[in-house]
């Protein structure tokens, strides 16, 4: 008797943030997703911050930091939904970026993919990157794609 393997919607996730490359990863998701049947998902990571004197100012400077993290969420998936006619799937988690994206790939089975751009830089790739192609590689529960930051919208929509 043959089993039958349930077919599942591949989930491109790509890690979010105010950095230039990011608009790279975003794009080669969205076209390897719209190419592939798939969908993308936004992971932004609010990451904690030092000042904790006083409980009301750390208590607004979490609000604000909310607000900073919903608005680019919201303008990341509005490029998503136009590149590929779907919204994507949203996480906004608290916490070191590296920790909360490791919790999130094991907690979600749905994801298929990790999707990250390299910065072009002389400190190197980016801490992200740097640390899940290094020694966490091995620890990864799904395939990461780093693509170049350097890559044109023209050159995405071709290798995709």
Do not use: C
Not at 1 to 8: A, N, P, Q, W, Y
Not at 16 to 29: I, K, Q, T, Y
């Amino acid at each position: 008797m043959v089993e039958s393997r349930e077919i599942r919607e591949r989930v491109f996730l790509v890690v979010v943030d105010n950095s230039e490359e990011v608009r790279v990863a975003l794009r080669f998701a969205a076209k390897r997703a719209e190419h592939s049947g798939g969908r993308v998902a936004l992971l932004y990571v609010i990451e904690p911050t030092e000042f904790q004197h006083w409980m009301f100012v750390g208590t607004l400077m979490a609000e604000e930091a909310r607000e900073v993290a919903e608005g680019a969420v919201g303008g990341f998936s509005k490029i998503v939904q136009e590149l590929t006619g779907e919204m994507p799937v949203v996480y906004i988690r608290e916490g070191e970026r590296q920790t909360e994206l490791m919790k999130l790939l094991k907690e979600e089975p749905s994801i298929s993919l990790l999707v990250l751009a390299a910065a072009d830089s002389a400190d190197g790739p980016g801490p992200l990157v740097s640390s899940l192609t290094g020694d966490m590689v091995g620890g990864l529960p799904v395939p990461i794609t780093v693509v170049p930051g350097t890559l044109s919208d023209e050159d995405i929509d071709r290798i995709t």
